[in-house]
């Protein structure tokens, strides 16, 4: 049986990522402490969470395909 245990915390690592910076935007624009956030490393780090959770979601796809295809040459 394949482990899906790797992509799977993968995609979770991504989502919290996204999550995070996601929530950091928002704030951006409501702080009274006058804290700034630098939208352009915000947005790089949400593009990276987007092609990680991608590259996570690729390798559960190609997994499942495998185990279909096993299964089809054993059966």
Same mark, same amino acid.
């Given at each position: +049986? ?18 995070? !910076?996601? /929530?950091?935007? /928002?704030?951006?624009?409501? !702080? ?9 490393? @915000? +947005?790089?780090?949400?593009?990276? &969470?987007?092609?990680?959770? @991608?590259?996570? !979601?690729?390798?559960?796809?190609? @997994?499942? @395909? +495998? ?7 054993? &059966?």
């Amino acid at each position: +049986m394949i482990d899906f245990s790797a992509p799977m915390s993968g995609l979770d690592r991504a989502t919290s990522s996204v999550n995070q !910076t996601a /929530a950091s935007i /928002a704030k951006s624009g409501f !702080t009274a402490s006058g804290d700034s956030v630098d939208l352009s490393t @915000e +947005m790089v780090s949400l593009m990276q &969470g987007r092609q990680d959770f @991608e590259a996570n !979601t690729k390798v559960i796809n190609t @997994e499942d @395909e +495998m185990t279909k295809s096993l299964l089809n040459v054993i &059966g």
